[in-house]
């Protein structure tokens, strides 16, 4: 159960890295960030296309025994991740910091560490929504 959360906080620290980064990047205030969030999670709903950044990461994760979250990821379960995230303990939250940090993913990493595991949850279902919008309006396309 604690590696499945592991891997859902992983998934989780991989998208809010790419949102930290279009709002650093764009300049955000509070009037813009939702559009900019909208965006970044679309481009992060796509990353499977990016062999780095989606693909190294399910490596990643499952090389640090993080295995039943990078095959959530795999299936684009955002469901059963959001399930792991919920039971994650800090201990765990602070061992995929660990992760991403040894990994190359610093930026993710201070993510994570800025928001704290409440609030990568909060983002992580905010981001399952999205994902749920587009699906259902654009399911056909």
């Excluded at 930026?107 to 999205?130: D, Q």
């Amino acid at each position: 159960m604690k590696r499945k959360l592991l891997i859902t906080v992983v998934l989780s620290v991989v998208l809010i890295g790419l949102i930290g980064r279009m709002a650093l990047a764009k300049g955000t205030n509070s009037e813009t960030l939702p559009k900019n969030l909208v965006k970044t999670v679309n481009q992060a709903i796509d990353i499977k296309q990016s062999d780095y950044g989606y693909e190294n990461m399910i490596e990643i994760m499952k090389e640090n025994g993080l295995t039943d979250m990078a095959n959530l990821m795999e299936k684009g379960d955002f469901k059963d991740m959001d399930k792991l995230m919920e039971n994650l303990s800090d201990a765990d939250y602070q061992n995929m910091i660990k992760i991403m940090r040894d990994n190359e993913y610093g930026n993710m990493a201070a993510t994570m560490e800025s928001i704290g595991k409440n609030g990568m949850i909060e983002m992580h279902k905010f981001m399952e929504g999205i994902h749920d919008f587009n699906r259902g309006m654009m399911g056909g396309f």
